[in-house]
Antibody, heavy 117, light 107 residues
Framework: EVQLVESGGGLIQPGGSLRLSCAAS????????MSWVRQAPGKGLEWVSR???????YYADSVKGRFTISRDNSKNMVFLQMNSLRAEDTAVYYC???????????WGQGAAVTVSS | DIQMTQSPSTLSASVGDRVTITCRAS??????LAWYQQKPGKAPKLLIY???GLESGVPSRFSGSGSGTEFTLTISSLQPDDFATYYC?????????FGQGTRVEIK
């Protein structure tokens, strides 16, 4: 079964750092690109970042310079290192797989991140 | 960045109704558009890729059309399981964006 499982969320103070992990099973990460999407409480979806099998990375302007996406193909995992966190980064963060035909075709259950003092 | 504008924001409809949601891009995105369905507390689900491609396992009552800057998602006969929020997403260029969402509620 194709599955994504996020972990690493929690409560963090403003200015702090957090690392989210996404474990993939049922498929090999090297075939697809992977993305992070977030959703603030009661709000819509916001694309955050993506990483391709060749290592190319892209970020939303709102997180550029603060967040870093990476992957460990040997562990079939993707990560999102989040630094200098702000209250507006509070959201559920979803890991998602890039579909070979387009769009994000497999999603994790989400990891909640709360930035508050 | 490319802005995506969905209309309407909320739609009230009855079971069996034909429903159309529109998504407009601030500049041409060719056919690089996806549609998702999201239910409360759940992850989004891919419905349509590349503007009109039906994702595997998605009922045929869902269809997508359009290219360039204007796109539509149509549900031909609304079913009880379809009451949810729908999002469009453009994946053209380096930065991707979602529409603000359209909530489909029971009339």
């Amino acid at each position: 079964e194709v599955q994504l499982v996020e972990s690493g969320g929690g409560l963090i103070q403003p200015g702090g750092s957090l690392r989210l992990s996404c474990a993939a099973s049922g498929f090999t990460l090297t075939i697809n690109y992977m993305s992070w999407v977030r959703q603030a409480p009661g709000k819509g979806l916001e694309w955050v970042s993506r990483i391709y099998s060749g290592g190319s990375t892209y970020y939303a302007d709102s997180v550029k310079g603060r967040f870093t996406i990476s992957r460990d193909n040997s562990k079939n995992m993707v990560f999102l290192q989040m630094n200098s966190l702000r209250a507006e980064d509070t959201a559920v963060y979803y890991c998602a797989r890039g579909g070979v035909r387009g769009g994000l075709d497999v999603w994790g259950q989400g990891a909640a991140v709360t930035v508050s003092s | 960045d490319i802005q995506m504008t969905q209309s309407p924001s909320t739609l009230s409809a009855s079971v069996g109704d034909r429903v159309t949601i529109t998504c407009r891009a601030s500049q041409s995105i060719s056919s690089w558009l996806a549609w998702y369905q999201q239910k409360p507390g759940k992850a989004p689900k891919l419905l349509i890729y590349k503007a009109s491609g039906l994702e595997s396992g998605v009922p045929s009552r869902f269809s997508g059309s359009g290219s360039g800057t204007e796109f539509t998602l149509t549900i031909s006969s609304l079913q009880p399981d379809d009451f949810a929020t729908y999002y469009c997403q453009q994946y053209n260029g380096d930065s991707w964006t979602f529409g603000q969402g359209t909530r489909v509620e029971i009339k």
